[in-house]
């Protein structure tokens, strides 16, 4: 059997006295963050039997603080992006961070509003996934007049909001999904776009971006007018089958909102859609499924893991700071899944 290790081999792999060590673990007298991060760290390294308890000893004198999400429905996208969110507020290094992650359950911006402002009553920062609206703005102002910093992620918000963005750079993302489809067409022809809502800036930008691709650099492909499905499955699918059925010329569809499972279902019952290049967004089970079985052309993924930990580095820093001092935007790198990646 192996040895089990000790203080003095844990104190050798970080690199620290025996004291110091003894200091973490028992909290005998305070030691500087970075070194009881390095112990911590050390720990977890070598196996050392009493990682967990370093772990809990050291953030036990942390200040807590709550961090509070706004997110949309709690699909398999969100609810992954929830689980990030909550594990990357409880692993900040400065405070014993508590996550609350609520879930709009439509896109009215009334909903939406009246959520954010009961959130921001027990937060110390909060983030929000939203569409553009004045009431969303009005709620965001009074948050910050509260002392309350409130941060976009994944889809920007006006300027009359004035919430410091991360996610995507969606100018990129539009782009992209141009390229990958003008590249991907079997033939020149028709382009539908389908996204959830205008209001939600993400996609608008997503839009005007694929279509200005399109027009500077294929302009064989004639683009349609953009359907809208309120990010509902149902609707999404019903748009499908309509646009397939109605241009018999389509080679082409980008999604560029939610709704993504429905546009699936709809392509894989329609023996029409064979051959369509078919673009949307985000990595789930369905998508991923589309891929493996050739509906979807190409899947632009929100890396969820690393957005939370920037997310949470934004808000964290922005505690006790003034408006004018925090970054934005801060742009997270999306991820590009193929048939032959995933």
Known sequence: MSRRPTIADLAR????????????????????????ERVIRAADGIGYHAAALLRNRTRADLPERTFSFLLQRQDAFYAQFGADLAAATRALPGFRGKPVVDFAPDLSPAVVAERLLGLGERAHAVAIVSV???????????????????????????????????????????????????????RPGKVGIIL???RFLCQEIAEISFRAYLRENAPEFTLLEPLVNLEDPRIAYAATQDMIATHRDLVGLYICGGGTEGVIDGARDDPDAGGLAIVC??????????????VLTAVISTPTSLLAERALAAMAGSIGSTHETVQSPVYVPFELYLPTNI
Do not use: C, M
């Open 281 to 294: 967004n985000e990595l789930t089970p369905k998508s991923r499924a589309g891929l493996i079985d050739g």
């Open 196 to 198: 959830g809502s205008h």
């Open 13 to 36: 792999a970080a690199g620290v006295s025996v004291a110091t060590v003894d200091r973490v673990l028992n909290a005998r007298h305070r030691v500087r963050e970075p070194t009881a």
């Open 132 to 186: 553009d609206h004045p009431r969303v703005s009005d709620a965001i102002a009074t948050l910050r007049a509260r002392g309350v910093p409130t941060f976009a992620i994944l889809t920007e918000l006006g300027a009359e909001a004035a919430a410091p963005y991360i996610g995507r750079d969606n100018r990129k993302e539009g782009r992209t999904a141009a390229w990958l489809i003008a590249k991907a067409a079997r």
